[in-house]
T-cell receptor, first 111, second 114 residues
């Protein structure tokens, strides 16, 4: 079974600084998708960024980018110029025939 | 606002009871997905429907069932409720069929089983 590991239960960063959230996964497949979701205090899940495993280029969405290392099965999320609105739980997810979430990282932004 | 509507927002019930959670997808979306978020189990994918047919199954218990109706709204039925079923239940929708498509989430239904 696929497993997704987020080893950092909590992280904090100063406003305007850069932070990286880590995610590793275990799979024997070569074709799959990886997502990062954000869950702010409102509890609504919001897709942050999506990566297709067959694409070598790392996905970026404005201040959010990923470092996808397929051989290492690593999928970290970098948030640049952190803003107060980035405070949330962040979930990494692996998708192939099923969707598996990690346990989440709670990100705090320090003003 | 994602455009996905879930009702009710909160539900309090007793062990052994049965409840129905409702989800209206975004206009034009054919896929509906159900998720459970609990303190014990974390965030889990339960089941997906596409245009009325079941497409993918996750960690859904036999006591739980779902369906998608011709108007594309979906219902998640939870029966013989146990204390451990207390959780936030999310519905999401997408235009296409695959799990890898961008999904838009509703605000969730908070279920408390007492």
């Amino acid at each position: 079974a696929q497993t997704v590991t987020q080893s950092q239960p909590e992280m904090s960063v100063q406003e305007a600084e850069t932070v990286t959230l880590s995610c590793t996964y275990d799979t024997s497949e070569s074709d799959y998708y990886l997502f990062w979701y954000k869950q702010p205090p409102s509890r609504q899940m919001i897709l942050v960024i999506r990566q297709e495993a067959y694409k070598q280029q790392n996905a970026t969405e404005n201040r959010f980018s990923v470092n996808f290392q397929k051989a290492a099965k690593s999928f970290s999320l970098k948030i640049s110029d952190s803003q107060l609105g980035d405070a949330a739980m962040y979930f990494c997810a692996y998708i192939r025939e099923k969707l598996t979430f990690g346990t989440g990282t709670r990100l705090t932004i320090i003003p | 606002d994602s455009g996905v509507t879930q009702t009710p927002k909160h539900l309090i019930t007793a062990t052994g009871q049965r409840v129905t959670l409702r989800c209206s997808p975004r206009s034009g979306d054919l896929s509906v997905y159900w998720y459970q978020q609990s303190l014990d189990q974390g965030l889990q994918f339960l089941i997906q429907y596409y245009n009325g047919e079941e497409r993918a199954k996750g960690n859904i218990l036999e006591r739980f069932s779902a369906q998608q109706f011709p108007d594309l709204h979906s219902e998640l039925n939870l029966s013989s409720l146990e204390l451990g079923d207390s959780a936030l239940y999310f519905c999401a929708s997408s235009v296409r069929e695959g799990l890898s498509n961008i999904q838009y989430f509703g605000a969730g239904t908070r279920l408390s089983v007492l």
